[in-house]
């Protein structure tokens, strides 16, 4: 007769909420990842049923210059607002993540481990954004940075053009504002944060 597995092992968990946020968090956490340098068409995971969504192809010719996905079982709610200088809302939506990694990986739909080491505090039409900056943590080149003045400037410079770009529509005002780029310290407060509007909304 053959053996099954338990239930649990039956069903294909939820990215953001069936999944760990990370080993160690803030530091080390999961990172789902939804798209890849290589697309030119805008994933995300469709909220209800976890699976992956087209969102929108890009108007523009910007690429992501890194892997780009969430952390799981992370809500961009009150406490990450207040962590703006402006004490605004959080956008509703899981904290975004991008990665830092020396091989391509060009598959979307993957779980990595991600070494947080700074972001960007975007206000997209008056919501907090922020954009987490992480290193693949077993990356051969990347592994040892710790804060985002670490990796090339003009990395950094590439994250910041393509998330005041990505969403622009010509002819029209952009509703995005990138205020600064932060190293780890305010990074790991943002993550903490995140976790903590999760917990409050979701429970834990």
């Known amino acids: 007769m053959a053996s099954f597995p338990p239930p649990f092992y039956r069903w294909r ?5 069936g999944l760990d946020v990370g ?9 789902y990842i939804e798209i890849t340098p290589f697309d030119l068409v805008k994933y995300e995971v469709d909220k ?9 192809p890009q108007r523009s010719s910007s690429q992501p210059p890194t892997l ?20 605004v809302k ?6 975004d993540i991008c990665v830092v990694s020396e091989r391509p990986i060009s598959r979307a739909e993957v779980i990595l ?3 947080v080491v700074g972001g960007l505090q975007i206000i997209d039409h008056d919501e907090a954004d922020d954009k987490i900056i992480a290193v693949l943590e077993n990356d051969n080149i990347w ?15 590439r994250l910041r053009h ?36 999760y917990q409050e909304v979701f429970g834990g």
């Open 13 to 17: 968990p939820h990215p953001w909420h």
């Open 162 to 197: 393509y998330f005041s770009t990505y969403k622009l529509i010509p002819g029209e005002e952009s509703q995005i504002e990138i205020r600064t780029t932060y190293g780890a310290e305010h990074a790991l407060k943002v993550v903490q944060a995140a976790i903590e509007d």
């Open 143 to 157: 592994r040892e940075a710790r804060d985002v003045n670490e990796l090339p400037a003009i990395l950094i410079e």
């Open 68 to 87: 780009y996905g969430f952390i799981p079982r992370t809500y961009c709610g009150t406490r990450v607002g207040k962590l703006t200088a402006e004490d």
């Open 90 to 95: 959080g956008d509703g939506d899981p904290l």
């Open 48 to 56: 209800e049923t976890g699976y992956m969504r087209v969102d929108r």
């Open 23 to 31: 080993s160690s968090p803030p530091r080390l956490v999961h990172a």
């Open 113 to 115: 481990n991600a070494v």
